[in-house]
């Protein structure tokens, strides 16, 4: 079981920065991908980043490459998303997920987090 809870959502200008978190908790997850899946009102669940718990595996949608860094510290169990030169498409609810390293569906859920850019 993994259980995930969010933070670091809020408003910020365009060209702005924010660093979302998200506390992975659970009895093993050391196999778990962890993921970053944005939506906006209207639109379908987009992929954003991911992030293997061990090794050095990091997958992004283009959109984001180049602006939005995602990295782990596994001491602290937190994952985070950093995101820079944000423009007002990025506007969405950001979800924590997890998923087993072989599977392609995320089973794990945060329960959101808001991410407003203005301008």
């Known amino acids: 079981q993994v259980q995930l809870v969010e933070s670091g959502g809020g408003l910020v200008q365009a060209g702005g920065s924010l660093r979302l978190s998200c506390a992975v908790s659970?009895?093993?997850?050391?196999?778990?991908?962890i993921g970053w899946v944005r939506q906006a009102p209207g639109k379908e669940r987009e992929f954003v980043a991911a992030i293997s718990w061990s090794g050095d595996s990091t997958d992004y949608t283009d959109s984001v490459k180049g602006r939005f860094t995602i990295s782990r510290d596994n001491a602290k169990n937190t994952v985070y998303l950093q995101m820079n030169s944000l423009k007002p498409e990025d506007t969405a609810v950001y979800y924590c997920?997890?998923?087993?390293?072989?599977?392609?569906?995320?089973?794990?859920w945060g329960q959101g987090t808001q991410v407003t850019v203005s301008s």
């Open positions: 997920a997890a998923r087993f390293e072989f599977r392609n569906k995320y089973d794990y």
């Open positions: 659970g009895r093993t997850f050391s196999s778990y991908v």
